[in-house]
């Protein structure tokens, strides 16, 4: 069974870092690239970051870059995105998805909720 | 960045009602066009990629349409698992971008 299983959230105070992981199992991981997609309580979807499959290329929004780092894992098949300087506005539902046919998301982990809050 | 719209933001609709979602984009993406259905509390899951190509295992009520900058999304026949929220995303170019989704309720 195709499945993405996402972990690491939780409650971090403003300024601080913490390291999000998606756990890949039941396809060939080392074929697709994976995304980070999150969404802020009560609101839409908003794509932050993909890794390629081969893990050579990286790609940001504006509202991240600088701050947080996605890298793939091809042992453990993981992707983990390491997030620093985080800021309340970061709080969110952060979801891994699969890209699939013309880059669409076909398969997404349950999310882990980030809260950013002293 | 390519602006995604959806209209309308919700809609109220009943069981077995034919209901039309349109997404517009702010410059042509010829049909790198996505639909999601999120309902609450889950994860999203896709429905269309590529503007008109059904995902494996979506009900074929659900049609997709449209090239450039106007897309739809068709419900057919409103089931009672339909009720949820509907993202449209462009993957023409980064930044990956959604629209802000459209909401559609039991009337």
């Known amino acids: 069974q195709e499945q993405l299983v996402e972990s690491g959230g939780g409650v971090v105070q403003p300024g601080k870092s913490l390291t999000l992981s998606c756990a890949a199992s039941g396809f060939a991981f080392s074929k697709f690239a994976i995304h980070w997609v999150r969404q802020a309580p009560g609101k839409g979807l908003d794509w932050i970051t993909v890794i390629s499959d081969d893990g050579d290329t990286e790609d940001y929004a504006d509202s991240v870059k600088g701050r947080f780092t996605i890298s793939r894992d091809h042992l453990d098949n993981t992707v983990d995105l390491h997030m620093t300087s985080l800021r309340p506005d970061d709080t969110a539902t952060y979801f891994c998805?699969?890209?699939?046919?013309?880059?669409?998301?076909?398969?997404w982990g349950q999310g882990t909720l980030v809260t950013v809050s002293s | 960045d390519i602006q995604m719209t959806q209209s309308p933001s919700s809609l109220s609709a009943s069981v077995g009602d034919r209901v039309t979602l349109t997404c517009r984009t702010s410059q042509h993406i010829n049909t790198y066009l996505n639909w999601y259905q999120q309902k609450q509390g889950k994860a999203p899951t896709l429905l269309i990629y590529a503007a008109s190509n059904l995902h494996s295992g979506v009900p074929s009520r659900f049609t997709g349409g449209g090239s450039g900058t106007h897309f739809t999304l068709t419900i057919a026949s409103l089931q009672a698992e339909d009720f949820a929220t509907y993202y449209c995303q462009q993957t023409y170019g980064t930044p990956l971008t959604f629209g802000g989704g459209t909401k559609v309720e039991i009337k």
């Open positions: 998805a699969r890209g699939g046919t013309y880059s669409s998301f076909d398969l």
